[in-house]
């Protein structure tokens, strides 16, 4: 167990309860034992003097691909679980598409131990649908659970057959499963490597239409409305996908839904001339389209961003742009890039990191995200001002592939604390 910690000083802000003001937060035996106040007979065996940083929940990322087992020569667990914290991440989903996929209860309870051994970030593994991610036959759902799964998702192996999905989400519904699925038709999509648009079109890229999200979407919306099924609609990328989960919820369809924090930033514009490290999944739409999902996000009708974290080996990157691996860094950009978004969007701090805290965790059903007597002490104290440049030499994560190279970024988590242990400090 952790010993007794002060910190002192620091604006303190819990999106979960809107609390946000300077306040001491003590920590004893990693759970926080008070606020404000110390608890009788409470003497700290360390003091952190957080004058000008933020205390905030731990941040919670709903897709961070972790590389193991199997792509150990993308990144390693350990890399990437120390470029989580050092990004203030200290909860995070993985989706299942490592190898083999996680479609077997040894080989979620192996990742878990592995995670648990490292004592960084929490892990909550995310389980195959179907075997082998194959889109065929139902994974054994009830047995993964067991094992540690919190969801079931086809990752980036779409499920292209109505019949496996309604069978699937009728499945989950009777267990009280959730299902996590991203909305893009296969057919429509096929070989497409960037959003169909002028960009598309100039660059002579396969493009992939707004329709192959909105046709798919529309079918599992569907299909939930017949089944009850709860889905998480993962990484939203169209002003039509926001449109219809709006509409989703306002007829009380039990779905939630996330954005990749590439997509509040970046459109297809800045594919430039065949930049790989702009090559997504989804890809870069329109302006219109970024613009509709940073909105859907201020709203609500957004629930959560993720880093949608994919580190990518150079061999993969140094390509041209159509053959190139998709995917990008993310965790440690998560937490700046949802800053950006905040102040561009006039919102108050509480606000804007509840989009990366209280409101992921619940999607996750985790005991995360806030900062409240009785929680564990999972913590990140940032330095909204800090100005830190992206490169090689100021990332953690074994994958260097962003299209943020280069720039600079204000917002860094200058310590972690996982337990109320100090795991990250800047």
């Known amino acids: 167990m952790s010993g007794r910690l002060t910190i002192e000083g620091a604006r303190v802000v819990d999106p979960a309860s809107g609390h946000d003001a300077v306040t001491a937060i003590y920590v004893a035996d990693g759970a926080i034992a008070g606020l404000g106040k110390a608890p009788d007979g409470f003497r700290a065996d360390a003091v952190i003097d957080a004058k000008g940083l933020v205390a905030c929940p731990g941040l919670v990322d709903l897709a961070a691909r972790l590389r193991e087992p199997g792509f150990e020569y993308r990144a390693t667990l350990e890399s990437e679980m120390r470029a989580a914290v050092a990004g203030g991440v200290t909860s995070l989903a993985c989706p299942p598409d490592t190898e083999p996929p996680l479609d077997e209860p040894g080989l979620v309870e192996m990742l878990k131990r592995r995670a648990t051994s490292l004592a960084l970030a929490r892990v909550y593994p995310i389980g195959a649908l179907t075997l ?16 540690g799964c919190v969801g079931f998702s086809q990752a980036d192996a779409l499920l292209s057959d109505p019949h496996v999905l309604r069978q699937a989400l009728r499945y989950a519904s009777t267990f009280g499963f959730s299902v996590w699925l991203r909305p893009q038709d296969s057919t429509l999509a096929h070989g497409g490597v960037a959003h169909e648009g002028e960009v598309a079109t100039r660059l002579g890229l396969s493009p992939i239409p707004e329709v192959a999200e909105t ?4 079918t599992i919306l569907t299909l939930v409305e017949e089944t009850g099924a ?10 039509r996908g926001v449109a219809l989960m709006r509409d989703a919820k306002a007829q009380g369809l039990p779905v939630t839904c ?3 924090v590439h997509h509040l930033h970046l459109c297809d514009r800045d594919v430039g001339d ?12 329109d302006v219109r389209d970024r613009d509709a999902l940073r909105r ?9 961003v993720c880093s949608d974290h994919a580190p990518v080996d150079d061999d993969a990157k140094q390509v041209p742009f159509g053959e190139a691996e998709p995917g990008a860094t993310g965790l440690e950009l998560l937490l700046p890039l949802v800053l950006q978004w905040g102040r561009e969007a006039g919102l108050a701090l509480p606000a804007t990191l509840g989009a990366v805290t209280s409101r992921p965790a619940a999607i996750l059903d985790a005991p995360a995200g806030r900062i409240a007597v009785g929680m564990a002490a999972d913590l990140c104290l940032l330095d909204p001002q800090a100005a830190w440049v992206v490169s090689s030499a100021t990332l953690a994560s074994q994958g260097r592939n962003t299209p943020f190279l280069g720039l600079e970024l204000v917002g860094r988590a200058v310590r972690t604390l996982v337990n109320g242990r100090v795991v990250h400090a800047a």
């Open 230 to 239: 709860r889905v998480h609609v993962a990484r939203l990328s169209t002003a």
């Open 274 to 285: 065949f930049d790989p490290n702009a090559r997504l999944t989804p890809p870069l739409r």
């Open 258 to 260: 996330d954005v990749g």
């Open 215 to 218: 046709v798919a979407l529309k």
């Open 296 to 304: 859907g996000l201020a709203e609500g009708t957004i629930d959560a």
């Open 132 to 147: 082998g991610l194959g889109g065929e036959r139902l994974a054994e759902m009830g047995e993964l659970a067991e094992a």
